[in-house]
């Protein structure tokens, strides 16, 4: 028969009497109860619930784990982003961005756009110069637009303290001798406190300005053959972090190229000169004429066949520009091709080495192909007035900059 419900007048189990004995006997207080399956079993939600917080708290410390470890990754990932962090102290943060040549097309704008944010983000204000964005026939804009956005931007000491040339392409040449440079050189001696007083960058047509720097006396100026924010792409970590420590004066990684057939090996030390071959060649007597004697000199090209090629570096050659060089090194020759005069199998540094030759041949000085600067990628900066070393031995060349 069916058992009825124990009532409170009933005899309590075992086990709830010894516990009951202990709480009202203290002598007996020191003995453990003795626990049977039924009251492992009633007491059994006490584990359940010890257990639950255990696993909160071990859900909520490898929470807190996994997001001081997401912070510690982003915060590295940033700092090699920017090559080895953001905007240094000792760097001005305002920055002028301009076109003095050619016109930018939705590509380059988009590209532009890019470059801007990531300089934002990095810590710099950046202001587009009013007629950056202007068009007249494939200048960006015409001739007094382009000269006045670079006067502008040369007297500016409280907003450009960087320049910026968005691309290059053409139009330098109509412009460069327009510039007033007494009145600019007069403007940045008022910052006798900051070295060097303006850091400008661009390459290719921009070659016009960057040697115009050099020539300006009273003054400290750091023109830099680098990475355009509209014609390169300034989230690349390697090409950014090089720019920026250049920009600040900073220790940066020797260059390296592969051993090439006809370097000339040998140790050079000089200041650096050079940009774009065809922009220096056309300078040949005018006011950026340029100044190779105990230097060393670099030169890229774009977009040149082979006659073009070895008729610019035959009037190099002839005007002197490589007597008394401490060295000689070639960077990219982008899009080159062969001609009816140098058919293929002709490579660009069999040209070049063919044109130079009757110049160099009783020269000692080093002489080194294969370097990664110019139009192609990628493109590291070089800083054009500061001291190299210049070294090509049988296993490759290396450059160094001396800051």
Known sequence: TQQPFTTSSQKSPPHYQSIRASQQDPASSHHLPSFSAGSILSTFPIFLHRNLLTLILGIIMLSLTFIVFSSFLIVAMTLIATGGGAVHNS?????????PAGVLDASKVHTLNTSMSFLEQQGFRVKLMPNALKS??????????????????????????????????????????????ERVNDKRKTLPDV???????????????????????GVNYLPLHAPMPAFNDFRDAILWGRTLKLLNGQVVDDLRATSETHNRQG??????????????????????????????????????????????????????????????????????????????PLTSEQVIAQAIEPFVKTSEFPIAFGFDFGHGAPNYALPLGVNAVLTVAGDGSTLSIQN
């Open 91 to 99: 760097l001005p943060n305002t920055v002028c961005i301009l076109s």
């Open 136 to 181: 007249h026939n494939a200048f960006a804009g015409t001739d007094e637009e382009r000269r006045s956005d670079l006067q502008s931007a040369l007297e500016d000491v409280d907003n450009c303290s960087i320049i910026m040339c968005a691309r290059g392409g053409y139009g330098m040449s109509h412009t460069i001798d327009l510039i007033d440079w």
């Open 195 to 217: 070295t060097p007083q303006l850091r400008l960058i661009g390459f290719s047509d921009i070659t016009h300005i960057l040697l115009r720097l050099l020539d300006q006396k």
């Open 267 to 344: 140790t050079g030390k000089g200041q650096l000169i050079g940009g774009n071959l065809s922009i220096m060649m056309s300078s040949i007597g005018t006011q950026t004429d340029l100044n190779t004697k105990g230097r060393i000199l670099f030169i890229e090209e774009v977009g040149e066949d082979a006659r073009h090629l070895d008729k610019m570096l035959r009037i190099m050659g002839r005007s002197g520009k490589f007597d008394g060089l401490a060295g000689l090194v070639f960077g990219q020759f982008t899009s080159y091709s062969n001609d009816a005069y140098f058919p293929s």
